[in-house]
């Protein structure tokens, strides 16, 4: 029994060790730290470069998106305008419009003549 409790003992102090041991800045003055300091730095670096690259290309998402919506809701727009104009482009239409406006226009009751002009060689 005494030698259960010795060895929770040991244990606990192992844990608290090690948390000391971090906490208390023992961990970066070590052997093993102190010698790979350059590939620590080097690493910390492609990790801060891989952040900012990934956050970038996040804004870039977002402004695609927030442009093909734009987009989107500019041909809808398109649409309307151009089935409207053809709406109001129609014989029928225009001539409505004409009348309301008490227009001396009139739909010609005659057909349109062609003219054919002969060239000499």
């Known amino acids: 029994m005494k030698e259960n409790n010795n060895t929770k003992e040991g244990k606990k102090k192992k ?5 000391s041991y971090i906490m208390g800045g023992r961990l970066f003055v070590s052997n093993i730290i102190t010698k790979n300091a350059l590939l620590l730095a080097l690493i910390a670096f492609y990790a801060f470069i891989y952040v900012s690259n990934r956050y970038e290309y996040e804004q870039e998402l977002l402004r695609i998106d927030r442009l093909t919506k734009q987009r989107d809701k500019l041909k809808n727009n398109l649409l309307t305008l151009k089935s409207e104009f053809s ?11 004409l009348q309301n406006r008490d227009s001396d226009l009139k739909t010609p009751s005659k057909p349109t003549y062609s003219i054919k002009i002969k060239e000499d060689k």
């Not at 844990?15 to 948390?19: E, Y």
């Not at 482009?89 to 225009?94: D, F, G, L, P, W």
Request: hydrophobic share 30%; proline share 0%.
């Open 15 to 19: 844990k608290v060790g090690i948390v």
């Open 87 to 97: 709406y109001k482009s129609r014989q029928t239409e225009i001539e409505k419009f």
